[in-house]
């Protein structure tokens, strides 16, 4: 089975130059999140969707960051501009949510972001 | 405020010996914890997780203990093997409108050393 797959893996970009990250969640899980990963703060929510319902962005760090999720299938995270404090890992996440949910979470690899 | 604490950096132990990975919590709300592992450039992958109706859970070689009075949780690995060398993140969560929301500490690396 096909795990979360995320796009790109790097990217290296200048600052004020915009950030498209991807993120195809596994087939049949219903929620999705995408987490940064920050040697200062660790692994942080940024945005939560179940049933491509944003449910949850009070993690997105301000208006550069937006995140859509057009179809089950399919998410993007993007920042514009970016700045160099979002360097950092971008972790997309699935899961299946039923009555109560176990918290089990489905990594990606990761998108590393470096912003010169 | 850090809800969710791993104060060791880093661990190194010898194969063969037990691995004691541990975890402190400040929000009396959560109500399940989760052990995630991360090898280099891959996403987490979970091991093991705990309710907190419970103190132990058991899967082959890891444990995780709960102490809730202490607001404390440890994971014991046993015996440990040089390929569990990798970064261990403590989680929690609350049950109920936010149960999706885990914290995360901000993990512990364990090294295995042959």
């Known amino acids: 089975d096909a795990g979360v797959i995320q796009s790109p893996r790097h990217e290296v970009t200048e600052m004020g130059q915009e950030v498209t990250l991807r993120c195809k969640p596994i087939?049949?899980?219903?929620?999705l999140f995408w987490y940064r990963q920050t040697m200062m703060r660790g692994l942080e929510l940024l945005i939560y969707f179940n049933n491509n319902v944003p449910i949850d962005d009070s993690g997105m760090p301000e208006d550069r960051f937006s995140a859509k999720m057009p179809n089950a299938s399919f998410s993007t995270l993007k920042i514009q501009p970016s700045e160099p404090r979002d360097s950092a890992v971008y972790f997309c996440?699935?899961?299946?949510?039923?009555?109560?949910?176990?918290?089990?979470?489905?990594f990606g690899e990761g998108s590393r972001l470096t912003v010169l | 405020d850090q809800q969710v604490k791993q104060n060791s950096p880093s661990l190194s132990v010898q194969e063969g010996r037990i691995s004691i990975l541990n975890c402190d919590y400040t929000n009396s709300m959560f109500d399940y914890f989760l052990w995630y592992k991360k090898y280099p450039a891959e996403g987490p992958t979970f091991l093991i997780s705990i309710s907190s109706i419970k103190d132990k859970n058991e899967d082959g070689r890891f444990t995780v203990f709960l102490n809730k009075s202490a607001k404390h949780l440890s994971l014991h690995i046993v015996p440990s093997q040089p390929g569990d060398s990798a970064v261990y993140f403590c989680?929690?969560?609350?049950?109920?409108?936010?149960?999706?929301?885990?914290?995360f500490g901000k993990g512990t690396l364990l090294t295995v050393n042959p």
């Open positions: 087939s049949g899980h219903n929620s």
């Open positions: 989680a929690a969560s609350v049950s109920g409108g936010s149960n999706y929301k885990l914290t």
């Open positions: 996440a699935s899961s299946r949510t039923s009555g109560q949910n176990t918290g089990e979470l489905f």
